[in-house]
């Protein structure tokens, strides 16, 4: 099975970039859509952004449309989300996810998850 690491989190200020990576393990990872989800401490998970297997379809939640940027390279494996003009509340730890079914905004439908990487936010 297909492993997966973010990397690039950390401390930022309001208004800055970050770009998130998620590496995988595997080839595989090419046949699979990729989605960012975000989980704030004591909330809900919060899907951000979907892309299918070839990047040809991508989908993002209202709350971060213009500001993140999902993308994916499949000769080397990896997923990006780039985030600009980052505010407090998007402090969360940031998770990719893979779903052999297809892009969804469907939490339940991704079956392989990275151990998240926090993004701290400070105004």
């Known amino acids: 099975q297909v492993r997966l690491v973010e990397s690039g989190g950390g401390p930022v200020q309001a208004g800055n970039s970050l770009r998130l990576s998620c590496g995988a393990d595997d080839r595989a990872f090419r046949g699979y859509a990729m989605g960012w989800f975000r989980q704030a401490t004591g909330k809900e998970y919060e899907f951000l952004a979907s892309i299918n297997w070839n990047g040809a379809s991508i989908t993002y939640a209202d709350s971060v449309k213009g500001r993140f940027t999902i993308l994916r390279d499949n000769v080397y494996n990896t997923g990006y989300l780039y985030m600009d003009d980052l505010k407090p509340g998007d402090t969360a730890v940031y998770f990719c996810?893979?779903?052999?079914?297809?892009?969804?905004?469907?939490?339940?439908?991704?079956?392989?998850w990275g151990p998240g990487t926090q993004v701290t936010v400070s105004s």
């Open positions: 996810a893979l779903s052999p079914r297809g892009e969804s905004s469907d939490r339940s439908r991704y079956t392989i």
